[in-house]
């Protein structure tokens, strides 16, 4: 099989993840520079631990950069971190004020709490900076290269863990509301009722956006071994459950058919595996990638990669 099927859609979104050291951003890297022929592509990173830079052979930054050799592809490496301290520069304030005027927090004690760490709140500020770009219409596909499975199941989860923590401080916004209507007999849509309607709306286009099978495809990336197995049966549940269409699996790294004794060893004993993954996941569209003798880095040798993924 190949991912041919995939220059037939109109794809916005191709999110590619699978558990480390399995190529995922090689794979990634290539794919960008394939459907960069044909359409404006931007690739980025949210892995905490980036290698993208390395594939490309070119520095990346927090902000889309041109990669040379290629006419229609940018790259970024998205800091999740600075792009939630920016978050809390622009809208701090006004969480601050959820905070005192919905509880009996003291100034101190709500300063602490919005300084507390919102677990996944980082990395989907980091996702809400591309569906910002998604509305400027500025680029026509955007490849996630996403980090190890464990960072992608948060990924995953992050549109309703986000929801949940906007409903909290939407309660302690209503409490509020209802305290100062009672008293002054109207009601006042103030600058952080405005922030809360705004981040609804994020988390709503997120959720939507990454359940639409017209705009977006996860492609998980394993290899012929016992825990890549594992892995991807972990991540393809989550995909089934948060309803993220998947219909691709890449087998990477495969030893070749040849006369090495050795060769033949590692290949043996990772046809037991291939038959396992096609046999559990016998719905998706298989593809096997052969290991190749040298590292694939640099847009030519990404060119021969993309080759092998979109060849029958």
């Given at each position: 099989?190949?991912?041919?099927?995939?220059?037939?859609?109109?794809?916005?979104?191709?999110?590619?993840?699978?558990?480390?050291?399995?190529?995922?951003?090689?794979?990634?890297?290539?794919?960008?520079?394939?459907?960069?022929?044909?359409?404006?592509?931007?690739?980025?990173?949210?892995?905490?631990?980036?290698?993208?830079?390395?594939?490309?052979?070119?520095?990346?930054?927090?902000?889309p950069v041109k990669i040379t050799g290629v006419a229609n592809l940018w790259a970024m490496e998205i800091d999740a971190k600075k792009v939630l301290e920016?978050?809390?520069?622009?809208?701090?304030?006004?969480?601050l004020d959820i905070l005192n005027q919905g509880t009996y927090l003291s100034d101190q004690e709500a300063g602490e709490m919005f300084e507390l760490d919102?677990?996944?709140?980082?990395?989907?500020?980091?996702?809400?900076?591309?569906?910002?770009?998604?509305?400027?219409?500025?680029?026509?596909?955007?490849?996630?290269?996403?980090?190890?499975?464990?960072?992608?199941?948060?990924?995953?989860?992050?549109?309703?863990?986000?929801?949940?923590?906007?409903?909290?401080?939407?309660?302690?916004?209503?409490?509020?509301?209802?305290?100062?209507?009672?008293?002054?007999?109207?009601?006042?849509?103030?600058?952080?009722?405005?922030?809360?309607?705004?981040?609804?709306?994020?988390?709503?286009?997120?959720?939507?956006?990454?359940?639409?099978?017209?705009?977006?495809?996860?492609?998980?990336?394993?290899?012929?071994?016992?825990?890549?197995?594992?892995?991807?049966?972990?991540?393809?549940?989550?995909?089934?459950?948060?309803?993220?269409?998947?219909?691709?699996?890449?087998?990477?790294?495969?030893?070749?058919?040849?006369?090495?004794?050795?060769?033949?060893?590692?290949?043996?004993?990772?046809?037991?595996?291939?038959?396992?993954?096609?046999?559990?996941?016998?719905?998706?569209?298989?593809?096997?990638?052969?290991?190749?003798?040298?590292?694939?880095?640099?847009?030519?040798?990404?060119?021969?990669?993309?080759?092998?993924?979109?060849?029958n």
């Amino acid at each position: 099989m190949s991912l041919s099927d995939l220059t037939h859609k109109n794809l916005q979104f191709i999110l590619i993840g699978g558990k480390g050291g399995v190529g995922k951003t090689t794979i990634a890297s290539a794919l960008a520079v394939h459907f960069a022929k044909t359409r404006k592509t931007l690739i980025f990173t949210t892995d905490p631990a980036p290698s993208l830079a390395d594939s490309l052979e070119q520095k990346l930054s927090n902000e889309p950069v041109k990669i040379t050799g290629v006419a229609n592809l940018w790259a970024m490496e998205i800091d999740a971190k600075k792009v939630l301290e920016e978050f809390k520069k622009e809208y701090g304030e006004d969480i601050l004020d959820i905070l005192n005027q919905g509880t009996y927090l003291s100034d101190q004690e709500a300063g602490e709490m919005f300084e507390l760490d919102i677990p996944g709140l980082d990395e989907v500020m980091g996702l809400k900076k591309i569906t910002d770009f998604m509305d400027s219409k500025e680029y026509d596909l955007y490849l996630v290269d996403t980090a190890p499975t464990g960072h992608t199941l948060r990924l995953l989860a992050l549109p309703e863990l986000l929801d949940n923590w906007i409903k909290f401080l939407a309660s302690l916004r209503w409490k509020y509301h209802y305290m100062t209507e009672r008293f002054s007999g109207k009601k006042k849509i103030e600058k952080a009722d405005e922030f809360l309607l705004e981040m609804k709306k994020t988390v709503k286009k997120v959720r939507s956006l990454l359940q639409d099978p017209a705009k977006t495809e996860f492609i998980v990336v394993t290899i012929a071994e016992a825990m890549g197995v594992l892995e991807t049966e972990d991540l393809v549940k989550d995909l089934e459950k948060t309803r993220i269409p998947a219909s691709h699996i890449i087998i990477n790294n495969i030893f070749p058919e040849n006369k090495c004794d050795f060769c033949q060893s590692r290949r043996k004993n990772q046809e037991r595996y291939i038959n396992e993954i096609k046999k559990k996941f016998a719905n998706f569209n298989i593809s096997e990638i052969i290991l190749h003798p040298e590292e694939i880095r640099g847009i030519k040798n990404l060119k021969n990669l993309a080759g092998e993924l979109f060849s029958n």
